[in-house]
């Protein structure tokens, strides 16, 4: 690369945010990595901000830890002044930021789990209109790419109707904001991983094996995700093609012959959760 890629990732603590950060860091990226937990034990799951941007570093890149909690505009807009400073430009934003209430995988109906589950539509939906909002102008100036981490919930049942709700928001405004980023050359596009191999699927995978089998074996790594974000970036034809539209990781990933660890070429789960969506194109202003 002739000049190193600058981009922000949300929600990098831990999990998808971690693992895309870290394939960032390995292609010679400055990744300002975002998250609450800045110290072990301010989340029952292992992970800092400040640990991922070491290990971006270690990976080859420059990582930039900042605490940011993305249920405060506040501090999400000084996230992004500190960029604007510092580079004037963003290369990629992955939006991975997401409140995960801890009744999410409980087996009830909605209204037998609490309303904190609300959570979701906070830090996920509406922290990703935040995010790209704050973001607008710097990505303009690079022509840079969005990255929408979302989810088959938004067109199948999965854990209830706060998490179908925020992902089917999610990939309509990745939609929306596609066609008002167009003309200004930015790409914005919604991603579908598979399970996952994150500290916290591990914890569910591993509560309930009578479920989940062995999934967990041949899940995707969050790395994987991140390597396909970056085949995205360096898609010439993402704008005209990609942009405005979901797909599944794993389908983008053989498409652009993107391999997960080992060589593993983890398999498309469409075939269980059914298609991505297709919006209208017509346009009321």
Not at 40 to 48: A, I, V, Y
Not at 206 to 230: M, W
Not at 250 to 270: F, I, N
Request: hydrophobic residues 40%; charged residues 20%.
């Amino acid at each position: 690369m002739s000049k190193a890629l600058v981009c922000v990732v949300t929600g990098a603590s831990r999990g998808v945010g971690r693992g895309v950060a870290l394939a960032l860091g390995a292609a010679g990226a400055t990744v300002y990595v975002t998250g609450r937990s800045v110290k072990e034990g301010d989340s029952p799951l292992p992970g800092t901000v400040g640990q991922t941007a070491l290990d971006v570093s270690a990976a080859g890149g420059t990582g930039i830890a900042v605490a940011c909690d993305h249920g405060d505009d506040a501090q999400v807009q000084a996230l992004f002044a500190r960029v604007r400073r510092e580079h004037g430009r963003l290369d990629i934003l992955v939006n991975c930021a997401i409140a995960i209430p801890d009744p999410l995988t409980e087996v009830a109906p909605f209204w037998r789990k609490p309303l904190s589950m609300t959570a979701l539509l906070d830090v996920g939906l509406r922290s990703t209109y935040v995010a790209c909002h704050q973001a607008a102008e710097l990505l303009i100036a690079a022509r840079g790419l969005v990255v929408n981490i979302s989810s088959a919930g938004s067109r199948c049942y999965m854990h209830g109707p706060a998490y179908g709700a925020g992902k089917a928001g999610t990939d309509k405004m990745t939609f929306d904001m596609a066609h008002d980023f167009r003309p200004q050359g930015v790409s914005v596009v919604s991603l579908w991983p598979g399970l996952v191999k994150t500290e916290r699927s591990q914890r569910v995978c591993a509560a309930e094996p009578e479920k989940y089998g062995n999934a967990f074996d041949s899940a995707e790594t969050p790395e994987f995700i991140g390597r396909v974000v970056l085949a995205l970036h360096q898609d010439p034809g993402c704008l005209a093609q990609r942009s405005g539209h979901a797909f599944y990781t794993a389908e983008l990933a053989s498409d652009y012959g993107v391999q997960d660890a080992g060589g593993a070429q983890p398999p498309s789960p469409r075939a269980y959760f059914g298609d991505t969506p297709e919006f209208s194109p017509a346009v009321v202003e």
